[in-house]
């Protein structure tokens, strides 16, 4: 994938962003468990959420990739920052330019694509996740209504001031023996829809997560999204897009560990020379950045497969586990470089470690990924 030079100046300009306005803010956010909405509404003034869409939405006229490259640069200092960016365009704003109705993409795409607005995707379920399939949630039809009963559980972006909606996929009948599944877009004040207490993470502090309850929420028969009984093929579409942006955010994460501990260990002095001089510590950097460098070639690839119209669904499963993994071994090891500072909260590599390890578990596990690629070798899996 050649880095034309459209590609070169996003990067340059979301890096010096990253690192002058994210990365001061970010630990206060990590710290004090906060939305960061300046911040969001700042990457919104930059196009960052319209970057793959076209410019009668109000978006940037981009693609995917470039999306990822954007991500690499925030992973790299704030994975909360990151994510809440990729959910917003890749689970939030995506499925209903990709699917909507002309009117459902003039009422909210604008909103969304400027930043001023979030949605939230729902697929996963208490009792639902990798097997997504066995959503339990259900829409009945009622006059001109669907009516919503049912939970949905770690929802990204689902109960910020700003979030205006979250799409949901519903039971709304059987298609033979197998449940018909469907996608329905339901607005933030719609009565009976509540987004619970958000929840205490591990990491991703300054990300917002919520359960969501249905009671009898009602919205209108047009709030479908898509075709009727596509919900769950229309949202794993999606979900092979995002592999791509989530494993641009963990490159940037796993680079970001890298960055931080060429710096630390040069200035770093122990047994009266710097760190960086111990050929153990050299190495497990130089293994780092080994990580780092494969887990970018791994999305490239799978971003220049998929840009070309080519099958990019194996590729994008790649991508997404050996990014995540470059990413959890790096905090790990950029951890044990930075030594007792390394525990110490207001280090990078100490919030990267805590919060690197739902990348290996968000939009489809490690597991979930061999399965798709153990599959597309034809094995059963
Ligand atoms: C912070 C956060 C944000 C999230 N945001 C969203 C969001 O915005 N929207 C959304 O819909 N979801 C979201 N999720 C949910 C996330 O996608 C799921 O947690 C994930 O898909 C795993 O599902 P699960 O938690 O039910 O785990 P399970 O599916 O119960 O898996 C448990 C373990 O079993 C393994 N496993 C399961 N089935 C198999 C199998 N067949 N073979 C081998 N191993 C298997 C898994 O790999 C895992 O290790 C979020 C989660 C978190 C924590």
Redesign the pocket.
Known sequence: MELTQEYTDLVDSVRDFAQQVVAPVSAQHDREKTFPYEVVAQMGQMGLFGLPFPEEYGGMGGDYFALALALEELGKVDQSVAITLE?GVG?GAMPIYRFGTDEQKQRWLPDLLAGRALA?????EPGA???AGATATTAREDGDSWVLNGAKQ???NSGTDITSLVTVTAVTGAAGDRKEISTIIVPSDTPGFVAEPAYD?VG?HASD?HPLSFSDARVPRENLLGERGRGYANFLSILDEGRIAIAGLATGVAQGCVDACVQYARERKSFGKPIAEYQSVSFAIARMEARAHVARMAYYDAAAKMLAGKPFKKEASIAKMVSSEAAMDNARMGTQIHGGYGFMNEYLVSRHYRDSK?LE????????QL?LIARALGLPA
């Open positions: 959910a689970l939230g995707f729902g697929l996963t996740g990798s097997d770690f929802i990204t993470k991703w997560t739902i578990i968000g939009e489809g596990t490690t597991e979930v399965m």
